[in-house]
């Protein structure tokens, strides 16, 4: 079935350093890909989406680019800051439903 | 904010009991949700309703059971908790933006079967 599979973490960085993290799935057609942000104690955020091949969804300073030839969608963002420590999820639409990567906690330090 | 609200917040409760969460949004979507979260696993979905009455089961339905008899609410019914079912359970919406069914999470419910 659809599935998408991210990097895992934990991942620590410092204040203004660049992020990645990767995700790929598999899909039979062409989902809709998202990401989503957990902050500590709260739900599940939408940060971008994008809905076909070469879209770039963008928010807060994290871009992700739907590559169809490689079939990922990683997360960028060139300055991290405290705030921006999370779990970050990636996910894929199919028939009203997302599949979830397994989430990538990431901290960052100043 | 999607309106959605969850009850309780936070359960304790003591195996083999019954425990029903309610998810109750206020913008009458017709798509609703449930999930748990485990570490190491991201979300993975209960069931799902597409209407009033209408609803399916997802990749970890066992144990758990839902009714929608209204709109704005969805209930989930673990009939026999179990240590298993230890998790927090997000409820979540789905609206059409710009296009694309997109998903809106509620604030969760942490339950501890002990």
């Known amino acids: 079935g659809d599935s998408v599979t991210q990097m895992e973490g934990p991942v620590t960085l410092s204040e203004e350093a660049f992020l990645t993290i990767n995700c790929t799935y598999t899909?039979?057609?062409?989902?809709?890909l998202f990401w989503y942000v957990q902050y500590p104690g709260e739900g599940l955020q939408l940060l971008l989406k994008?809905?076909?091949?070469?879209d770039k969804g963008s928010n807060k300073g994290f871009e992700a680019t739907y590559r169809k030839e490689t079939t990922s969608f990683h997360l960028e963002k060139g300055s991290v800051q405290v705030s921006d420590s999370a779990v970050y999820f990636c996910?894929?639409?199919?028939?009203?439903?997302?599949?979830f990567g397994a989430g990538t906690t990431v901290t960052v330090r100043a | 904010d999607a309106g959605i609200t969850q009850s309780p917040r936070h359960k304790v409760t003591e195996t083999g009991t019954p425990v029903t969460l309610r998810c109750h949004q206020t913008?009458?979507?017709?798509?609703m949700y449930w999930y748990r979260q485990d570490p190491g696993h991201g979300l993975r979905l209960i069931h799902y309703?597409?209407?009033?009455?209408?609803?399916d089961k997802g990749e970890v339905s066992d144990g758990y059971s839902v009714s929608r008899s209204k709109t704005e609410d969805f209930l989930l019914t673990l009939e026999s908790a179990t240590s298993s079912q230890t998790s927090v359970y997000f409820c979540?919406?789905?609206?059409?933006?710009?296009?694309?069914?997109?998903?809106?999470f509620g604030p969760g419910t942490r339950l501890l079967v002990l």
């Open positions: 979540a919406i789905s609206e059409s933006l710009q296009g694309v069914e997109t998903q809106y």
């Open positions: 913008e009458n979507h017709r798509y």
């Open positions: 899909a039979t057609g062409y989902p809709s």
């Open positions: 309703s597409y209407g009033v009455k209408d609803t």
């Open positions: 994008a809905t076909k091949a070469d």
């Open positions: 996910a894929l639409s199919y028939d009203y439903k997302l599949s």
